[in-house]
């Protein structure tokens, strides 16, 4: 067989492109910016970052199968709030329940949402649309109309955010075991291989027997998780709870997944390319304000742009992908 060229295994992989992007990008920024590329601001990015990153992976799951969720930011307000509640009235006082409780809050929405998409056949935009605004409103409810807990309010849960293992942020410690397990569980488990079945060809999922319903509603399960966990993370990075945190954010998340080659489709998307996605997004956000040339208002125009032209080129190359793979059958 003859050997294929640098070149096109990198045209043939989304995410060795993307890891290029991701490498052009630090050396831009640290050209601009030196203090960039130092252990503490990359550590500072990814704290910061923690939300998308970790939702992407949900998104992830929700997107193989040709569904979306834009009620992600609304559950993760609700069940940040509920737990910045709990620890200001002195209801709880554990930072381990108090992540434990967001998760919970997180899975009985995702759980809802998805009973309402498997079960009751709604569309996911037209399902998750509704339940954005009803979990944003329950959330202002759980705080008494508008109360935020501040840090003084949060006691020792706001310290888990600053505090290491290892030499390494806990909160860091959460994203890489996040993508740890979900790598696994996406490549080498029978679930992860059914996600992508079902995200691929519904029909034929079923015929061979496998339950699209129940893939459906997990994976607005493993979202709403995500979306708890994400709320917990929220309210320690941040040291606060607001009822409207994270308003808008779910198009970031979004985004990232849809940077990183998932596709809106369903069946195609990897873990890799989420992490890379999310990373790219990370370092548009963390370099955009070191750039002194660039006022304030062109940011979200900027991040736009870089967004589109990255989308394009993964459309490009996904194209070539297609053409490279035909040209391999062909006798």
Known sequence: ???????????????????????????????????????????EMLKNNAVTMVMSLGMLCVMLVG?????????????????????????????????????????????VVGLVISRANVPPIIATMGFM?????????VSHGGEWASAAALGDFKNFATSTFLGINKVIWVIIICYVVFFFFMKWTRTGRRIYAVGSNASAAQVSGINAKNINLLVYVIMGFLAGLGGALQVSVYASAMPDMQYGGEMDVIAACVIGGVSMNGGRGTVVGALLGSLILATIAKALPLIPFFNQLWLNTIKGVIILVVVVMNVILQRIADKNALKGREM
């Open 1 to 43: 067989m003859e050997k294929k060229s640098v070149i096109k295994k990198i045209t043939g992989s989304r995410e060795a492109l993307l890891a290029i992007i991701v490498i052009v990008l630090f050396a831009v920024v640290t050209a601009i910016s030196p203090s960039f590329l130092t252990p503490k601001s990359l550590m």
């Open 67 to 111: 569904g979306i969720d834009i009620s992600i930011m609304s559950t993760l307000a609700l069940s940040g709030m509920s737990i910045g509640m709990l620890l200001k009235y002195g209801h709880i006082t554990s930072t381990l329940l108090a992540f434990i409780i967001a998760m919970a809050i997180g899975i009985a929405c995702g759980l």
């Open 133 to 141: 605004y009803i979990y944003r409103a329950m959330g202002y409810l």
